[in-house]
């Protein structure tokens, strides 16, 4: 599984806040705000700030998804399970 923040992302836009705007709110770090835009794993933490900067819950900015890896081996397990 992987992580999506292209929520976070639109509500960004939506509110008209700047990616640096959102860090100097929060107090995330420079490398923190990189691995967001890469789609990378932050911390609990790090999402409870930004949410409550931006009066969100978690779900408004974040989304687990299907890895391309992942969608190989579950195609793989269901087929050694159907035989």
Do not use: H
């Amino acid at each position: 599984m992987d992580v999506c923040y292209n929520k976070l992302l639109k509500l960004l836009i939506d509110k008209r806040i700047k990616k640096t705007e959102l860090r100097k709110m929060t107090g995330i770090s420079p490398n923190t705000l990189t691995k967001l835009s890469n789609n990378e794993f932050v911390s609990m933490e790090v999402l409870v700030k930004i949410c409550r900067a931006l009066n969100c819950d978690i779900g408004d900015i974040v989304e687990v998804v299907q890895s391309p890896d992942n969608n190989a081996a579950l195609s793989s397990s269901k087929t050694i399970l159907e035989q």
